[in-house]
């Protein structure tokens, strides 16, 4: 995994959140960024349903899943109202960008030229510190992205300070219920 500082999403409008969003919402957490076209079948076929199934089963970890519709061809027919129509039949539920559209007519939009995408579908992992960590143009295996995920998952987690476990109470009954004191307890059978 790389570590160079990711660079800022580009963005003309976004849909499935009530604000703009920027890499800066997300520090302290991992972000999950999915770069698709509506109309690219590896998206629809594999990256969609991959990035739908990484924000349910991460559901209350500290990972964001945000999707970037990235258009580098087809322009007229992937416009917002066509993509608010796609998010809605596919209940694509995450923050959605639309990646603002090159200079001077460049085909190639902003945010996809700032991390040199190769196309459609790209998997990119940034870690709580906002460190580009990872960047697969094309279909990802679902085992090494839980793997990966888990690894910045695991690096955030070790990053934390860590608290001190309260000390046993010196009563250990209470009004529902009575338990051993924690230096009582009977060695396991």
């Not at 509506?38 to 739908?52: S, T």
């Not at 990802?140 to 888990?150: K, P, R, T």
Request: one cysteine or more; charged letters at 15%; proline letters at 10%.
């Amino acid at each position: 995994m790389t570590s160079a500082a990711a660079p800022e999403w580009r963005t003309s409008a976004w849909l499935n959140t009530p604000e703009p969003l920027t890499l800066g919402h997300f520090r302290g957490r991992v972000v999950l960024l999915h770069a698709f076209q509506m109309l690219c079948p590896g998206c629809v076929a594999h990256g969609i349903p991959q990035a739908q199934r990484v924000a349910k089963l991460f559901e209350g970890a500290p990972l964001a899943v945000v999707g970037l519709h990235t258009v580098f061809e087809h322009h007229a027919a992937m416009g917002p109202e066509s993509l608010r129509a796609f998010l809605y039949e596919y209940r694509i539920a995450f923050p959605v960008g639309i990646d603002a559209p090159g200079p001077a007519g460049d085909p190639i939009p902003c945010t996809m030229r700032a991390y040199a995408m190769q196309g459609t579908p790209t998997t990119i992992l940034i870690d709580a510190q906002g460190r580009l960590r990872r960047q697969v143009f094309g279909q990802h295996d679902d085992l090494l992205l839980g793997a990966e995920i888990g690894t910045l998952l695991a690096e955030l987690e070790q990053s934390r300070p860590q608290v001190a476990d309260a000390a046993p109470s010196a009563e250990p009954c209470s009004e529902d219920r009575c338990g051993i004191a924690a230096g009582a307890r009977p060695p396991p059978s």
